[in-house]
């Protein structure tokens, strides 16, 4: 199983619109990935409500796993879109 260990970059945290464009990459990444804080149990990550029920604050290190083919290419740019903090999602997503 691949994982990311990133920082949220978003000051606010991983809550509404963040949480939102987030949610629209890890659904288009084609691959099951989930998310969890470092220290908590993994989610789905294209699943809006379970993301913003994780409470995920700016700073807080979080955990994006996902297994199978083309698992480490999403993940690499899952993290760095949470890593950064972006306001929109890039067209490599």
């Known amino acids: 199983m691949a994982e990311r260990r990133v920082n949220v970059g978003w000051a606010e945290g991983l809550h509404a619109r963040p949480a939102s464009i987030f949610v629209r990459a ?35 290190e979080i955990v994006l796993a996902s297994d199978g083919e083309g698992a480490e290419a999403a993940l690499d740019r899952l993290a760095k879109l949470v890593a950064e903090g972006l306001d929109e999602l890039p067209e490599t997503v």
């Open 26 to 60: 890890a659904t288009a990444s084609g691959v099951q990935v989930t998310i969890a804080k470092a220290d908590g149990n993994p989610v789905n990550a294209a699943s809006m409500l379970a993301v913003l029920g994780l409470g995920a604050q700016g700073g807080e």
